[in-house]
C-alpha cells in the first residue's frame, strides 16, 4: 500500500482496526472526536463495532468488558475525560487486562482549553488509577508514529497483559502526514486462556476480579504485576537519539516538542553547539539508563514541555541530579518555537 | 435411591458469607437452577457488584467479572457485545445499581442490551453497614437517615421497575420477592423469562427482587420476612411493569 496522507487520529484509528482491534468504546470530547467519527465510520464496513457510551465511565468500563472475555479493544478520549476513566483503568490493571487506551492531551487543569498540552504526563506516567500500578506508555512524535505505535500498543497489551496509554497531543492528533501502514510488525501473542468468555464445559471457570481482602493475597498479586513490569522495563524501552553522541548539552523531549527541538539543535549546530536530543518514546518505563549514560558525557540538560515541568523530574532521577537539568515549557495550548529552544541553548551556553 | 434435591451445578460447593435470614442465598440458587434448567452454564458470563454480593463471583459455576460500583452494566455491555452468543448477566444491589450506577442502567436500558439484570433491593447499602439507598423508603431508619427518610432533606426512593419500563430497549420488567414460598416460586418463574428473553434477543431484561436484611434492619429473620410483606410491597407493588417478550 502506498503512502496516504491522514490526519493524525484517523492514522491511530486506521492502524488500531489493521492490528485486530474491531470493538471500539468511546465518548465525543475534543480534540480527538475524529477517532470515534472515524471508527463509526469503518467499523460496520469491517465487522466490528464502534459504540457511543453514555460517558467516559462507561466507555472504560464496556473496555473492562470486552478485553476481559478476551477481546482486543481500544477506547479514546482527551484529558477530562482520561480523568473519568482512570477509575475503570484502576481494575482493568487489577485484573492484568489488554486493552489500549489513548490521550489526546489538551490543556488544564479542570475543563482546561482545547489546544495541545503535554500536562497530563505525571497523570499518565505516575498516577492513572488508584492503587500501586503503572500504565505502560508510549509517546508517538508523528502520524507514521501514531500508526505504528497504536498497532504495537495492541501486542504489547496482549503480550504482557496490561493496558497500554498511548500519550498524544492535539496538535498530533490534528495535524495531517503522510503515512505508510505496512510498515508495521506483528508479534507473536500467547493464548488468552484467562478470559471470560463461556467455559462450554470444557475448562474451569475463569474469575476476572482486583478483590483480595486477604493482604497477603493482595501483596502477592501486586508483586506478581511487578515482576511482569520489571520485564516490561527491561524488554520494551524505547527512545530515540538525535546528535547526542558529543553532545555537551542534551535536549529531552517527547510528542510535538521533540520535533520543535530537533529543529533548534540542528540550527545550535549550525552556530557550532554541541546539543543533542534525547527523545523517549516509551515514557513508561523511562529511558532513565539511555540518559544515565549520556550523563557521563554532557554537562547539562534541558527539558522542552507543554507544561510546567513534569518530565524533568524523571529526568533529574535518571541522571541522579549529576547534572544541572534546566527547562522550557509552554502551558494552556500554547507552543514554544524553535527561535524560543534555540535561544534557550544559547543561553545555556554549551561548549562549542 | 433417587436424589430429590441437590445444589443445581450452576452453583459452586463453597460457604455462603450472608447473614442469617438474608436472601441473597435464595437468589443465588435461583440463577443457578435457571442455568441448569436453560443449559447455559457454559456460555454465562456473569458479572458481580460492589455490594453485598460481591463475592457471587465465588457462588456461580460460569465465568465470572468483578465489576467496579455501578458500573457492572457496562461491563456486561463490553462482553455481550463482542460475544453475542454468550449469556451474560448481572447481579447488582440498589445502591449499586440505582445510585452509583444510574446512568449505566438507564442506557443499558435505552440500548437494548440484550442482557439480564438481577437487581437486589433490601432497601439500603447492607456491606457497609446499614446506610440510605437510593431505596430507602420514606421514614425509614438508616444509619445515615438516623431520624427517618425525610423526602425534604434526603429525597425520594426511586422505584426501578417503573422507571426502566419507560426505556424502549427494556423488554421484561418484572417486581417480585423473595419472602414467602409463593413469591420464591415466582422470582424463579420470572428469572428464567429474564433469560430466555435475552437469549431470544429480545432486548434488556430486568428482574427487581424485594430481598431481606435482618442484619440492617435490626430485625429476626422471621420479622425481615414480615417488613418485605407490610412495609416495602405497598412502597414497591409487585407485578409486570413492562413486557414486549410475547411470551
Known amino acids: 500500500m502506498a503512502k496516504v496522507l491522514m490526519k493524525g487520529n484517523e492514522a491511530i484509528a486506521e492502524a488500531a482496526i489493521k492490528a485486530g482491534c474491531l470493538h471500539y468504546f468511546g465518548y465525543p470530547i475534543t480534540p480527538q472526536t475524529e477517532i470515534a467519527e472515524y471508527m463509526a465510520k469503518r467499523m460496520p464496513k469491517v465487522g466490528g463495532l464502534c459504540l457511543q457510551a453514555e460517558s467516559e465511565v462507561s466507555a472504560i468500563n464496556m473496555i473492562y468488558g470486552a478485553a476481559a472475555s478476551g477481546t482486543r479493544c481500544m477506547t479514546s478520549s482527551s484529558s477530562p475525560g482520561i480523568s473519568l476513566k482512570s477509575e475503570g483503568i484502576s481494575y482493568i490493571v487489577g485484573c492484568d487486562l489488554p486493552c489500549v487506551i489513548l490521550n489526546v492531551q489538551r490543556g488544564g487543569p479542570g475543563l482546561g482549553g482545547i489546544q495541545p498540552s503535554q500536562a497530563d504526563y505525571y497523570q499518565a506516567t505516575k498516577a492513572l488509577g488508584h492503587g500501586d500500578m503503572h500504565l505502560f506508555v508510549l509517546a508517538p512524535a508523528s502520524v507514521q508514529e501514531m500508526a505504528e505505535l497504536t498497532c504495537e500498543a495492541f501486542d504489547i497489551a496482549d503480550m504482557y497483559r496490561v493496558p497500554v496509554l498511548i500519550l498524544a497531543d492535539g496538535a498530533l492528533g490534528q495535524m495531517m502526514e503522510p503515512v505508510d501502514f505496512d510498515t508495521i510488525k506483528k508479534r507473536d501473542i500467547p493464548e488468552k486462556d484467562w478470559a471470560a468468555c463461556g467455559h462450554g464445559g470444557k475448562r474451569k471457570k475463569n474469575i476476572l476480579t482486583s478483590l483480595f481482602l486477604n493482604p497477603e493475597e493482595l501483596e502477592n498479586s501486586v508483586l506478581a504485576r511487578y515482576e511482569k513490569y520489571k520485564k516490561i522495563d527491561e524488554n520494551e524501552v524505547r527512545c530515540e537519539q538525535f546528535m547526542t553522541e558529543d553532545a555537551d548539552i542534551v535536549v529531552v523531549a517527547y510528542g510535538i516538542t521533540s520535533r520543535i527541538c530537533k529543529s533548534a539543535v540542528t540550527a545550535a549546530r549550525a552556530k557550532g553547539i554541541k546539543v543533542g536530543m534525547l527523545r523517549p518514546i516509551t515514557l513508561s518505563p523511562f529511558p532513565a539508563k539511555e540518559l544515565k549514560a549520556l550523563s557521563e558525557t554532557a554537562s547539562k540538560f534541558l527539558t522542552v514541555e507543554l507544561n510546567m515541568g513534569q518530565m524533568i523530574t524523571d529526568v533529574k532521577l535518571a541522571i541522579e541530579c549529576s547534572r544541572p537539568v534546566e527547562f522550557l515549557g509552554r502551558t494552556g495550548g500554547s507552543m514554544m518555537t524553535v527561535e524560543d529552544v534555540l535561544a534557550k541553548i544559547e543561553e545555556m551556553g554549551g561548549n562549542k | ?247
Not at chain 2, 35 to 58: K, M, R, S
Not at chain 2, 125 to 147: E, H, K, R
Open chain 2, 1 to 247: 435411591m433417587s436424589v430429590v434435591f441437590k445444589k443445581p451445578n450452576a452453583m459452586s460447593d463453597v460457604p455462603m458469607h450472608y447473614c442469617p435470614g438474608c436472601t441473597h442465598g435464595i437468589v443465588h440458587r435461583l440463577v443457578a437452577e435457571v442455568l441448569d434448567e436453560l443449559g447455559i452454564e457454559g456460555q454465562a458470563v456473569g458479572v458481580a457488584p460492589v455490594g453485598c454480593a460481591v463475592f457471587a463471583y465465588n457462588y456461580f459455576e460460569c465465568d465470572m467479572i468483578e465489576a467496579a460500583h455501578g458500573r457492572a452494566p457496562a461491563v456486561a455491555t463490553g462482553v455481550k457485545r463482542t460475544h453475542p452468543d454468550n449469556v451474560v448477566f448481572t447481579y447488582q444491589g440498589d445502591g449499586d445499581l440505582a445510585a452509583i450506577g444510574t446512568a449505566e442502567t438507564v442506557h443499558v436500558g435505552a440500548r437494548g442490551e440484550n442482557i439480564t439484570i438481577i437487581f437486589i433491593n433490601n432497601a439500603n447499602y447492607g456491606m457497609t453497614g446499614g446506610q440510605m439507598a437510593p431505596t430507602t423508603m420514606l421514614g425509614q431508619v438508616t444509619t445515615t437517615s438516623p431520624y427517618g427518610r425525610d423526602k425534604n432533606i434526603q429525597g425520594h426512593p426511586i422505584h426501578v421497575c417503573e422507571l426502566m419500563a419507560t426505556l424502549d430497549g427494556v423488554a421484561y420488567a418484572e417486581r417480585v420477592a423473595v419472602n414467602d414460598v409463593k413469591g420464591v416460586r415466582a422470582t424463579k418463574k420470572a428469572i428464567k423469562k429474564a433469560f430466555q428473553a435475552q437469549i431470544d434477543k429480545k432486548g434488556l431484561s430486568i428482574v427487581e427482587i424485594l430481598s431481606t436484611c435482618p442484619t440492617n434492619w435490626g430485625l429476626s429473620p422471621v420479622e425481615a420476612l414480615k417488613f418485605v410483606e407490610e412495609k416495602m410491597k405497598p412502597v414497591y407493588p409487585l407485578g409486570v411493569y413492562k413486557d414486549t417478550t410475547g411470551y
